[in-house]
């Protein structure tokens, strides 16, 4: 018997050795480039003692009066975008459950495959969608404001950095709305039938069991997708920021993750830009930690 059982722990190892080796090659691997933040890095040579700085690219952070002032700025810019993105994380679940309840079975799958298509669509074609809609002079709606007579000018819907916020995170809603609801779809199929059977029987009407039966049952999966959310709130993505940004608009869209990007690559300015990557993730761990403590504390439960 204690041999079966060992052969099956060993089986299992096995099937998940894979993963363990991506995850190790994609994750652990690349952070021996770390080393890079504590040299004078230039491309193409080697680094060495002569090239060694310490903790510079670090104190440059808070010693430097522009540098510090970029960080608070896309720092403001990061935690707006990812509170926005937060404060609406239940619109997935509002869907899932409303598509849920579509009985026509043709409308409820069209609807969900046209709302799950964007996202397999890139930042890029979403940007030339835009642009052919809002853009000063060809756009769609600048034209026919303006043969309407409402306007005299195009009004500069991509470049202009008011309400830039709002902006790219409907353009986010847009793209990711259908994919985020498929997790809380397959919830809803898992939740027991005969709830919903004896809620019937004594009278609950379809709100009534969504409220009471369908949202509680979802309540697990969103909250732990929330502590996900919280822990990764940091990490807001560039593809979509890079592709909108703008000399006009990017004073209010450039987040932590594209300002590394803009001081590395397009600035060449390597070793800072990887010692401000070193300390988003030691605050990203620990904002993970700290999501993790208040899911016990709120929920008794745990994600790791």
């Known amino acids: 018997m204690l041999k079966l059982f060992k052969q099956r722990e060993f089986r299992l190892f096995l099937m998940v050795l894979p993963f363990m080796v991506l995850v190790f090659l994609l994750s652990y691997l690349p952070l021996r480039g770390w080393i890079y933040a504590f040299y004078n890095y230039k491309p193409g040579l080697p680094i060495g003692p002569e090239n060694f700085v310490g903790f510079d690219n670090f104190r440059k952070t808070v010693a430097d009066q522009y540098a510090m002032a970029d960080i608070v700025r896309v720092l403001r810019n990061t935690f707006a975008m990812s509170l926005i993105g937060i404060a609406t994380s239940p619109l997935p679940l509002i869907f899932a459950v409303f598509l849920s309840e579509v009985r026509i079975m043709p409308f409820r799958k069209t609807v969900q495959t046209l709302t799950t298509i964007p996202n397999f669509i890139s930042w890029v074609l979403v940007y030339s969608v835009a642009y052919a809609i809002f853009s000063v002079d060809d756009g ?165």
């Open 140 to 304: 769609f709606v600048n034209r026919l404001l303006m043969q309407l007579g409402l306007i005299d000018n195009g009004i500069p819907f991509l470049t202009a950095s008011r309400h830039v916020w709002l902006t790219m995170w409907s353009w986010g809603t847009w793209k990711g709305l259908g994919w985020s609801s498929i997790i809380y779809i397959a919830a809803i199929t898992s939740i027991d039938q005969e709830l919903y059977e004896a809620a019937r029987v004594d009278g609950a009407g379809r709100f009534m069991c969504m409220w009471h039966i369908t949202l509680p049952g979802l309540l697990p999966t969103y909250f732990v997708l929330l502590i996900l959310s919280i822990a990764n709130f940091i990490n807001s993505g560039m593809e979509q920021y890079y592709i909108f940004q703008n000399p006009m608009n990017k004073s209010a869209i450039e987040v932590l993750d594209l300002y590394v990007y803009n001081q590395g690559i397009a600035g060449i300015n390597y070793s800072y830009s990887i010692a401000i990557g070193m300390l988003k993730s030691i605050v990203s761990l620990l904002l993970l930690f700290i999501a993790n403590r208040g899911s016990k504390m709120v929920r008794e439960e745990s994600i790791f």
